[in-house]
């Protein structure tokens, strides 16, 4: 647009000034006054081209600098930043203009500027404070874009720092700008975009659960959870003996502390599946009165006969009879996993396997520092035994690919199994080797394990005392 308007007026001036006639000696009054007002008409299409000319430099000597700076400092430069070089171009564009065309030079503005000033001053008064306290908050950098900040009652993602105003975006995907003076006298609480900001989320349990256990439990379900710093544990602390259970709460920090609303629900909800698995009840002002006898429940409110069901459907315990498959399932728990949990992470000891009874798990091993997924085991599947058998280090992890519930068998369960069902141990160190290869395939496996089949076999009747 400016470009268009240095042509239009350039071309105006141009014809003008070739049509003001000369004036003639001995002129009348009236020619006189009409060609002085034909001069100004040119002298003002003049200072029109001039500025239009002024504009089209200034912005691309703009865009040069920042390009410049752009490129040196490898960040976009703050928009106050910008807009005062433009001023201080057009200011000095402006009276180079005026100094060459009217004559007219600063100093012989100066006394009618002092007045104008005033005027403008008290005019201007908002504007030149926010121009001000901008200037300040680019000097001083409390906060910067990214950042979450909270000014009187806004809080949210800071998104633009102008000459007028702050522009945050609010959780509720609001923009609201705060003008620099606010800023300049509320307080400003800043959660720096690469800081370590933490969050405290509350939560209760029974009385009867145990504070040790429901502080490792919920410790362990948090810090893995999307969007948790992994390099610094979650502190789980109790914060009250309330009415009806103990008040916990458990502060953890963030990496990206915008996304805290979404970060404190995951988190709320790994609690309640940590919650499940260990039994842990959330506590609440009832009263219950019990009027049946409750069935032998196992683990996660499971019975010991729905469970035998779950297992039955799995294909190396098909061979078991009813009292053995019942037997087992007495020996056994029923826990529920959230999508993405750990179930069992490798390099840890283990001294029991799990079934999948319902949903579906990732094998995953480490190859130069990422994880792998090598298999998914769905419902009826079983995973675990590796380390149960042998008394090694689970050689992989095992993480829910969705909402998952597992059977976990212990130790002592599977050794009076085998006692009355050799065949067993041999079904198994099948699978053992079979997924070993699988393990060795993925260069996952420690070494030495090429072991035999009749080698892994009777170090397993071994491990389990019934040679
Ligand atoms: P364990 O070593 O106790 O813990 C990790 C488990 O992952 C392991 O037992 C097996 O049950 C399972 N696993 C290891 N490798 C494979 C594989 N290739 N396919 C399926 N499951 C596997």
Partial sequence: MPLVLAAVFGTAWYVLSRFVPELPAGASEQQRMAHAANEWAVTLVQ???WMSVALVAARALN??????FRKRKGYEAPSLMRDLFSLVLYVTAGAVILKY????????LLPGSALLGIVLGLALQDTLGNLFSGISLHADKPFQVGDVITVGKHTGAVMAITWRAVKIKTFSNHVVLVSNSVIAKESIEVCP????NARIVLFSAAYDDSPVKVIHAVREAVREADNVLRYITPVVRIRGLGESGVDYEVKYWLSDYSRYNDTDALVRQRIWYAF??????FPFPTRTVLMEEAAAQNGDGRDTETLAGLLSAVDIFSPLTAGELNALAAGSANHVFAPGETIIRAGDDGDSMFVVSRGGVDVRVDSNGTSRTINRLGEGAFFGEMALFTGEPRTASVVAAEETEVLEIGHDAMRSLFQTNPDLVEALSHTINERRAGLLASAAAPAGDEETHDGLLSRIRRFFGLD
């Fill in 63 to 68: 865009e040069l600098a920042f390009f410049v």
């Fill in 101 to 108: 065309t009217l004559d007219l030079s600063f100093a012989a």
């Fill in 193 to 196: 975009q690469n800081g370590q």
């Fill in 276 to 281: 499940r698995r260990s039994g842990f009840t």
């Fill in 47 to 49: 200072i029109a081209f």
